[in-house]
């Protein structure tokens, strides 16, 4: 999970360290700063200003140009706050959402503290970092944020564990049978690092052609999955992938209802989850079926011309739809057509024979 960077920009590993552990966000690069430029200091110590802005020369500075670095910026590491640091602090605030307003507050100290140390991959949870829960912030709830990334959340990278955090960690907890009350303790941290943790790996860059293999090999890394009412459509903010579900307008057999508790997916969940992860795109922006039906990425097919990856709604007509099943393709075992479904609250996610007299749609990028 390391994020491996150029050599000029790597930190040094006893300052980092160090930094995660004191929480003062101190990094610097290995490669040193211009001779003239004042030893970097802290940007959250007692030595710097509480903003830090433009006119400014000191320590402080070069601790600041240091850190936009690490993040992305290309500016000289001299120590002084001139137009070239005003431009990438604005860059990095409004990449943020924080006010792009130049000053390095302390919001914008935190989030680039945060986002240094996400940059670097000094930081194990295991060792370097107590309980997280709600409320914490730094460095090491930078590094979960950037881990729960990974495996399809969507969380800003600030270093505050807040409730979209929150809800990220209780569906990561919920998918892996662990007890889900928000805390990122032991157990917890040990499903983040095993290797498992992550079924679906990362999705290919934006424009990326549509392969099906791909797309039906992220389907059934799914199989097995609990159906889950609203399960994968980012009700709390989080990505695509299993999550906890909703019981709003829930009518299943399964009193009482089980989606507040579980992480899973329920039928458009699953193929949004196949497209995100298979594809790289976001169908209808996790909507559900009739919404997806809509989507541009989707264009009507006879049930003729189908093809492994098509999916096949199910309802009164091509736009109001009930259900949809993502077709696998033709058994070599047996010779009959198969298909991926989440169907109902007390099934997984599974693979069965074909279905048909719905409508059919071809996803393209």
């Known amino acids: 999970m390391r994020t491996f960077l150029p050599a000029r920009r790597r930190l040094s590993l006893g300052l980092a360290l160090a930094a995660a552990l004191t929480g003062l966000g101190a990094f610097t690069a290995s490669a040193a700063p211009a ?9 959250t110590s007692s030595a710097c200003p509480v903003d830090v802005q433009q006119g400014e020369s000191d320590g402080c500075v070069t601790q600041l140009q240091l850190e936009l670095d690490l993040t992305g910026a290309t500016i000289a590491v001299d120590g002084r706050f001139g137009a070239g640091t005003l431009t990438a602090v604005r860059v990095f605030q409004a990449a ?37 829960r709600s409320g914490a912030s730094g460095p090491c709830v930078a590094t979960l944020q950037t881990m729960l990334n990974k495996l399809g959340a969507r969380l800003t990278v600030d270093g505050r564990f807040g409730p979209a955090t929150d809800t990220a960690v209780r569906d990561f907890q919920a998918f892996h049978g662990l007890a889900v009350d928000g805390v990122v303790g032991q157990g917890t941290k040990a499903a ?47 990505g695509a992938g299993p999550s906890l579900g ?27 989850a196949a497209y995100w992860f298979g594809a790289g795109f976001d169908l209808a922006n996790g909507g559900d079926t009739d919404q997806q039906t809509l ?37 070599p075992a047996t010779g009959a057509d198969t298909m991926y479904e989440a169907k109902e609250t007390g099934t997984d996610v599974h693979e069965v024979g074909l279905r048909t007299g719905g409508f059919w749609y071809r996803v393209t990028a």
């Not at 503290?113 to 295991?126: E, F, K, P, T």
């Not at 790996?201 to 889950?228: H, I």
């Not at 989707?298 to 009930?322: C, K």
Request: net charge negative; glycine share 12%; charged share 15%.
């Open 295 to 331: 989507d541009r990425h989707l264009t009507p097919i006879t049930e003729s011309q189908r093809r492994p990856g098509d999916l096949e709604y199910f309802g009164t007509d091509a736009h109001t739809t009930t259900h949809v099943v993502l077709y696998a393709g033709t058994d």
């Open 246 to 272: 909703t019981c709003d307008g829930y009518t299943g057999s399964i009193q009482p209802c089980p989606a507040d508790t579980t992480a899973g997916l329920d039928c458009s969940g699953l193929v949004r």
């Open 96 to 132: 943020h959402a924080l006010a792009a307003d130049g000053i390095v507050g302390p919001a914008t100290k935190a989030a680039l503290d945060a986002a240094a140390v996400a940059a670097s991959g000094a930081v194990d949870l295991r060792t370097q970092c107590g309980d997280l």
């Open 192 to 238: 983040l690092y095993s290797g498992d943790a992550g079924s679906t790996g990362t999705p290919p860059p934006p424009g990326t052609p549509v392969d099906p293999v791909r797309v039906l090999s992220a389907a059934k890394a799914f199989l097995g999955v609990p159906y889950v009412w609203g399960g994968g459509h980012s009700l709390r903010g989080e």
């Open 35 to 43: 001779a003239t430029a004042p030893t970097p200091i802290a940007l």
